[in-house]
């Protein structure tokens, strides 16, 4: 089979030709892909700064956001049958720990990361992947249709899951960053609450395609973004604020933007997190972690796409031409737009 | 009567005679001081501290917190009456907004401080204060044994039960700093949960006194405290850490004792929080906002204290001595002790 | 003023002629009616059913699903000021007990019921209330278009917005009862959730209207309806019930439409919920009590008005024409409308 | 081995010799059985009682309270290792279906349950078991210190702990039936909670037992209980009510003694509970159902267990001698202690 690999950092990979995997173990699932989604964490592997955190073996294929076929499963795979269409959570969890008996499972103790961390990825004709990873999908769903939501959907859909409770009508949430991730937090939180979402970006292109989507407030980020932020929550803040982008500045103004007693979501990384204790205790604001999503959030974020609450903008392009798309990526080429790769 | 006023900053309070005040208002409530506890707050004020934080229009009588005996009230307060032993919120509330109507009255939009904001306290013969913020006390408990947990004490509980959910049998929870909220909060901890307590100070004897209460762990602050909690906690960090110290490199310990999916609770203050967002996100970790309790903490607190489990060492001081009072607490010649002063 | 006046139970309300209330108190709202719902409770009254209950002292003035304008305010009201659209929470509560305290204000220990316990109701030119029991309205909403959402309203909404945190995407929802309560119900969930909407009622016409307002599936209650709610639910039956019926066999089917591990809310009443508790443990279902909703649950039901998510059809009505209004609620002349009287 | 086989309904099981089981699947693991404890569960197996329920086919190994060493796992399991002292969990779940993954894994759609529904228990001298059901121990802990907990004592824990959140200081919580579960549910409410514990029961030694291990009030059964609950709740019911009975009229008291918006907890079963739909609605009390916990409750359970804040009596009896067990167990001769069988 054709196969996406990474030999060398700062080298492009190569499309190889390996020999299939096979279904060995009991809980083993192997699965025809349909679509990979390429994502910027793609290139900051290729670029090695993801050495440091998991040590990858190279060479490995990429490919962490894949969607397909089941082509054959282990004598103990009971949640899924050969030819279901799925969806896989980019996690392989060992169901053991306390994590994953707590229905926290992106934190489990024994987890692998295909296309991340050497585990052989997506970027191929088939996966071999475990039962714990695969989500089975509705027939109205294709594998091209929801690839990209696989990892980048799920953060965003894990962050506003958490936010909701807080949301109840009447409030503000603000989104930082209507890129990837912010457009399905924006479409997730229109779909699971009632609140305002006010949306800020750089790019006031952006944001009338935020608007497109359900957003109810574009603030372009110019300069004045906290003090229009602060004119359309009543003077206060936002109850919460999502905040994709992490670096920048950003991670500044998703404070600022903060209303007493809320919650600043940090999802975007790169910057840091600089408050005077006195700010957070004399107006009891949190500022709370976020991690890819579980893989109930992942089966649940697939039934809204199934009702067709969340969907994505998507550029397919052959497996071969998985180059190309790292090249359009890196060169901004895709405004709005998730490159999928399809296996011919 | 008698109160203690501040006239001036950076001039020692004095001991005036003033006119009793009196119930004119249908919900206010007239309290004859038992007890009204010096906290480090008072030498705040008397330093000018809270000048930008609250204006205070200086002369004003000292104390936020105060118990005593309901000697008046208006026409409509029922939930006390003449006779009643109360212990009193630090804030007196609208019982209107939108805060005090969801439970969190601490956030109310239009509160007074008395004692703090230039609203004349405590530390006197008979304190105005309104039905809101007063908790009627079981018949076992009087002013003087509880006079200093309304505020400090308070504060301590709030955060406390806000993180008991995350503390469930087989957890572990840090506190750092074993003084006065430290020494409740611990007490609180062994009343409402199971987990193991740890506790981080750089006093050996504090240390010892905090396992006396019921402390399962002490560990000293002498450069090897990080280690030392992971070690406890199985080279991972505690689920929940409360750092009651907020300042001088404990609001860094704080986080770096966090486990993966765990809460930073930041309580003390006077430092800054400075976390890079790509630790925040990789590990799901949180850092919670944590302010004075509410009324309902302050009566769950009561129930505790009359059931003996939260208790404290304090030292009496006639009204008249406030000032031996401050300079003992000025001088740091009240460890593990709080100075109440008792009107005559 | 003119006011609509039970005088005797089983005989018709009069139109009286009285003096208009006036402030007196420095929490005291007079609001000036622009519209009070006519609600089935409102028949119950006059037929002496709540008699037992609330022992009102008769004559008293009905009337309370209330909106209208501030007419005038006592000394310490600041939450609203005079010229203010507002509607009317339908508890009166005292700010001062556990309960209202804890953002349970429905449970106040100390409320009155205007309309319903003897103190007078809205149904009249005026109305004198208090501050805690006014909700400021967004100008776009008028007291005509949100008066009958004050207490029916507000129990939907209440139960829904309880059983919300239950119904994450891919669940789904049964609702007993396309009615008043349930067309409430309905909107709310639609809002509120991604959940799957399943009417069931007797009523083919009444599921036509409930689709229209966003139910997924409507459900004939002609015998089927168990096995039709099963099918619809992949066997399992639904992870929330909202019983709006109550009585004649809806209590029974509820229960049997819950899933394992689900929640069958019990809001209508009349009839008896009786399970073997073998059924309760085996399953771990539950059966969760609901009353009016809280003042907070007010407001937040009106900014879902005020963003159109959610309208109901009123059939209006000259106040001095309530007993038309009665006449046709009684005699089933008001199919999916709510009558409202309008003073002039 | 030796093991104790149920042949036919109504016949005392035999204790048989059979082949050892051998590890074969990659998550089996073997288990050296320490204790089993006996619970009244299995005279109603032996009655013929769960026939209906689980099917299962005769002859089987009885014994679902089990707790022992690791003999040998397959080549999957890393949560345990040869040797580790280890308690099991009732169930042996899926890892796959919603319910494990999201945390409530006693509602596994795919479960065994050894001991119960024909699949081989633990009166055995080796129990043949799944990574998923091996909770490691503390070395402190012994298999005949804590079998008795694994299946009664579970279910006790995880009714506590679900209404632990409701149970803040100065509210009282009602237990009714002091024997086994009861036993456990007073100690992990003590553990867990400051709640003031009334605990009920017919018989007044039992009574003095409970108190001994924490209860704070015992209220006689003797007709007299609802009032005397009243009364030590201020007239007004406890906020949570765990009903361990559940029949000969402890479900009718249980909601008797329940206060307004506080929950029944239903967790023995036998009776029916019947409850009128306007006392639910108007009070907005709950009744919730309970089922064994989860493996993460067993886990917690035994955190507790080691702390030494939960302890059982036990009364040990040779495997071979299973059937004098069974006949003091239904002849009523093991007042307060629970019998286990102690492999030779």
């Known amino acids: 089979m054709k196969a996406v690999r990474l030999h060398e950092y700062h080298t492009r990979p190569s499309v190889d030709e390996l020999p299939e995997p096979k279904v060995s173990g009991p809980l083993d699932v192997l699965v025809r892909i349909g679509a990979a989604g390429l994502c910027r964490t793609d290139l900051h592997i290729y670029e090695g700064q993801w050495e440091?955190?998991?040590h990858p073996q190279l060479p490995f294929t990429l490919g962490h956001e894949n969607a397909g076929w089941v082509e054959d499963v282990g004598s103990a795979v009971s949640n899924v049958a050969v030819g279901d269409t799925v969806i896989l959570h980019p996690h392989i969890t060992c169901g053991l720990c306390r994590y994953c008996r707590a229905g926290d499972d992106m934190h489990c103790v024994a987890s692998s990361f295909p296309g991340v961390d050497g585990t052989d990825g997506g970027m191929a004709d088939y996966l071999l992947t475990g039962a714990r990873a695969v989500v089975k999908l509705d027939p109205s769903l294709q594998p091209a249709d929801v690839a990209a939501l696989a990892d980048?959907?799920?953060t965003a859909y894990h962050a506003v899951r958490k936010a909701v409770p807080a949301?109840?009508?009447g409030t503000s949430c603000v989104v930082i960053g209507a890129g990837g991730l912010g457009h399905i937090g924006i479409q997730v939180l229109k779909a699971l609450s009632a609140t305002t979402v006010i949306v800020v970006d750089r790019n006031p292109e952006a944001l009338e395609v935020a608007k497109e989507i359900g957003a109810d407030h574009g603030v372009v980020a110019d300069g004045s973004q906290i003090d229009k932020v602060k004119e359309l929550t009543g003077g206060d803040g936002a109850e919460v604020v999502l905040?994709?982008?992490g670096e920048m500045g950003a991670e500044k103004d998703a404070w600022q933007m903060t209303r007493?007693?809320?919650?600043h979501y940090v999802i975007g990384y790169g910057g840091k997190v600089e408050v005077p204790?006195?700010?957070i205790i004399?107006?009891?604001?949190?500022?709370?972690?976020n991690i890819v999503g579980t893989y109930n959030d992942l089966a649940e974020l697939m039934a809204l796409a199934a009702q067709g609450k969340v969907t994505l903008h998507t550029k397919p392009y052959p497996l071969e031409a998985a180059n190309d798309a790292i090249d359009d990526l890196d060169g901004g080429r895709l405004p709005g737009a998730r490159a999928i790769l399809i296996p011919s």
């Open 260 to 263: 007493r007693a809320g919650s």
């Open 52 to 54: 440091p955190l998991t």
């Open 167 to 169: 949301l109840y009508p």
């Open 282 to 289: 004399s107006t009891e604001r949190n500022i709370i972690g």
């Open 243 to 245: 905040d994709f982008v």
């Open 152 to 154: 980048a959907g799920l």
């Open 277 to 279: 204790t006195i700010e």
